[in-house]
């Protein structure tokens, strides 16, 4: 298997066959959730045991919390939203949120006081509960408190004042909000994009996921499990050759993929999407080495028996009431024995984003 990346043609690995399986079925495990099936949604060993996010960001369940209960469950003004997403996805747990609420009612500008908020989390913090999620690491300001949270809400504060909520706020593309976040103190590109991903979810934006991405740890690791010769190559020009083609690709891999309503996958899911081939390849593909040299997946999967329902932004309209009808479990026989060897079809060269098929 070959990619060509502007002119570049990279020899893929049996990872990057795995790319795209993990795709369809953690897909498949979505919408089988949805219908009301029980567990287990998969009999692929590797995702039956492993905790793996979904196909699409937006189907995540913080994202899912963010969109319906941080933005658009608590309509403010322009200024607020953008506070309230960064205050959210710094700490990026829904229990921190949810007591946060339930102490200061809706989260404004007006409302915000970073003094009272870093007692109420020092108490919580004191409890024995955390307060932040483990998904990502969120270095902390120095901002002179001893305590991470405190200098947060410091530099939240620092971020009202400053001009840079009103920056965010005018951002005229996705590229700029990304630019923006990115002078933050402590933030970096990985957060900085993620958080500017975030934002692009509520009204103030209408900015497409097609038009910027940059490439987080995980998914470099991910490129360098599913290529062999990646030199010289930006991992955000593999991203969108692989999210350009996406649609060719799973035909030529014989993968029936069903997408979000519509919704092709995006440069950000695709990003994400080589994350997950780097853990799923620490199992299924030891021999991949990658750039980390991680060789196990930390967190195990534990099916929830809690009825799953989801919205997206309404700009995206998709019709996601109408939850539609899916195939029958995997068959057992669906997983082939993990390979190491070259898939039957190539890529010819051609410009980014382009496959030719043969």
Partial sequence: MQLTVGGRVLRATAAFQSYWKVAAERQQM????????????????????????NAYRASDRVSQFLINDVIYGAPVDERSTVLRVLLFKIFNRIETWRLIESRCGTITVDSFDPAFLAELLDDRLSAGERLYSAAYIMPSPKLGAPRKHVNHLRLLQQLLTDG???ALVTASSLRELYTRLASVHSFGPFLAFQFAIDLNYSPLYSFSEMDFVVAGPGARDGIAKCFVDTADVEPEDVIRAVAEAAESLFAVAEIEFRSLWGRPLQLIDCQNLFCETDKYSRVAHPELRGRSGRTQIKQRYVPSTVALSVAYPPKWALPCS???????????????PFATSQASFSFLPASVGQVALR
Avoid: C, K, Q, Y
């Fill in 322 to 336: 109408v939850i539609p009808e899916w195939v029958e479990p995997a068959p057992s026989d669906l997983f082939e």
């Fill in 164 to 166: 840079t909520i009103d």
């Fill in 30 to 53: 979505f919408f089988r959730r949805l219908r009301g099936e029980a567990p287990p949604w998969t009999n692929d060993p590797v995702l039956s045991i492993h905790r793996f996010t």
